[in-house]
Structure formats: structure tokens, C-alpha cells
């Protein structure tokens, strides 16, 4: 049987908004900036 056309749009909503579980991707640079603390010798600040 097929689904209506409100059902599929739910579910194709509910798989968009759950696509990102583990929240935002940091760029390199916030990545960088975890690892090496932000000192004198760090030229990038």
C-alpha cells in the first residue's frame, strides 16, 4: 500500500532534522586552537 503524501513529508522532515546528532562541525582552526593553547606562540591570534 502507499503512504499519503502528508505521512512521507513527516518522515522526510524527521530524517532532515536528525541528520546532525553530534551538533556542529568545528573548522580546523577551532580544532587547532583545542590542541595548542592560545600563547605567545601562537601567531595566528
Known sequence: ?????G???RQ???RKQ???P???IKSLE???DEIT??????PSK
Request: proline share 4%; glycine share 4%; net charge positive.
Open 1 to 5: 500500500m502507499t503512504q499519503s503524501k
Open 7 to 9: 505521512q512521507k513529508k
Open 12 to 14: 522526510w522532515n524527521v
Open 18 to 20: 536528525s541528520q546532525n
Open 22 to 24: 553530534h551538533g556542529k
Open 30 to 32: 577551532e580544532i587547532a
Open 37 to 42: 593553547p592560545n600563547d605567545a606562540n601562537n
